[in-house]
């Protein structure tokens, strides 16, 4: 993150903008209603912190088990980032773009279930929940914390099926030739932790060595993200040309719902 910071010269971190980005933290409370106590703030303090707490009744033993969630802002208005305080994924990250592709993740599905929900991605540490743009976080946020809270305490598995669980797209195979396996070092190591800090990803989907043409795909917070073309094109395309020099452009690659998104954005 800090060498990509100082290739955008400690602008906005790749074409995200940082102003707004504060950590709140909220709990809910596993009780017949959902109860709030914010926090105030000394005077001429920020950010401001909330926090509210999260109690879950164990009737075997008799006493409540507390979780505190934390959510932090997102470059796009409509995703937020919630840390559960335990890690999520193990092994890189998951998007569901749809409730049809959560149908393998007991977290993914239920946060589905909740009215609003447009897409779920898991990062290492942090839940990217993304909603409607007439949906309420005010609403929804009591909402997410019950089920990512629900989840935690349930003991079920993050995958009912491990093994199409975290995207290996730059995993470097035998085959690769030496631009491709630049292009994925790249992307992993450099690239991918400083995307994954705004909430979402960044997939490698091919590179044409005729063009010198890179496809990625944009996910989590990120693939709705206004800023995204802005992302691909002062951070990530820059830095791939300076150290890839086969490398002449990169290209976004839309899933079936941004393209919906794109098209009905077109006609209005």
Not at 7 to 29: D, E, M, V, W
Request: with cysteine.
């Amino acid at each position: 993150m800090r060498g990509l910071g100082r290739l955008l010269k400690r602008g906005n971190r790749l074409g995200f903008s940082k102003h707004n980005n504060h950590r709140f933290i909220f709990s809910a409370t596993r009780t017949v209603s959902y109860s709030s106590s914010p926090v105030t703030s000394p005077p001429n303090s920020f950010p401001l912190y909330t926090s509210q707490q999260s109690r879950i009744w164990n009737p075997f033993q008799g006493q409540r088990r507390t979780m505190f969630i934390q959510t932090q802002s997102t470059p796009n208005p409509s995703s937020l980032m919630f840390y559960p305080g335990k890690p999520v994924m193990d092994v890189g990250s998951a998007d569901f773009p749809n409730a049809r592709s959560a149908m393998n993740s007991p977290l993914a599905r239920a946060l589905y279930g909740i009215d609003g929900i447009t897409r779920v991605f898991f990062g290492s540490d942090f839940v990217t929940v993304t909603k409607s743009e007439d949906a309420s976080w005010d609403i929804l946020k009591p909402e997410i914390f019950a089920v990512i809270m629900d989840f935690y305490s349930s003991g079920q598995p993050l995958f009912l099926d491990s093994e199409a669980a975290a995207a290996k797209d730059t995993a470097i195979h035998e085959d690769d030739s030496e631009t491709v396996a630049m292009i994925k070092e790249l992307l992993e190591t450099r690239i991918r932790p400083a995307v994954q800090d705004d909430g979402g990803d960044i997939v490698y989907r091919g590179f044409d060595p005729e063009t010198g043409i890179v496809k990625l795909q944009m996910q989590g917070a990120c693939s709705g993200c206004p800023s995204s073309s802005v992302t691909l094109k002062s951070g990530i395309e820059n830095m791939l040309m300076h150290y890839v020099p086969e490398v002449k452009s990169v290209e976004q690659e839309l899933d079936a719902e941004d393209e919906d998104a794109a098209v009905a954005g077109q006609m209005d």
